[in-house]
């Protein structure tokens, strides 16, 4: 059994900033990719940075320059820097990870989803 959690998400004004978490626990043997996503009422979900085990960090144009994706690989987390949040941010949070087990082939798996609003 997989679960990532994630944590960090709640209410900010708009210019202000936020760090999202996301911890993977259970049978994980390595993780590929973990990446971040958002979904906001009335629209798909979509990409906001993803980054690959090795560390090269990949963001969605309009995130680049205010958020920022990092990963502890020893604990198994990856976080998500967010400054100068905009209304337009305002979202569900949800983390994914491709999640490698000492049998079968890598899964995604994704979080619970955390509230990110954003007040102007």
């Known amino acids: 059994q997989v679960q990532l959690v994630e944590s960090g998400g709640g209410l900010v004004q708009a210019g202000g900033s936020l760090r999202l978490s996301c911890a993977a626990s259970g049978s994980i043997f390595s993780i590929n990719t973990m990446g971040w996503y958002r979904q906001a009422p009335g629209k798909q979900r979509e990409l906001v940075a993803a980054?690959?085990?090795?560390?090269?960090?990949n963001y969605a144009d309009s995130r680049k320059g205010r958020f920022t994706i990092s990963r502890d690989n020893a604990k198994n987390t990856v976080y998500l820097q967010m400054n100068s949040l905009q209304p337009e941010d305002q979202a569900v949070y949800y983390c994914n990870a491709e999640i490698v087990k000492l049998i079968g082939r890598p899964q995604p798996y994704w979080g619970q989803g955390t509230q990110v609003t954003v007040s102007s």
């Open positions: 980054i690959t085990k090795g560390g090269t960090a």
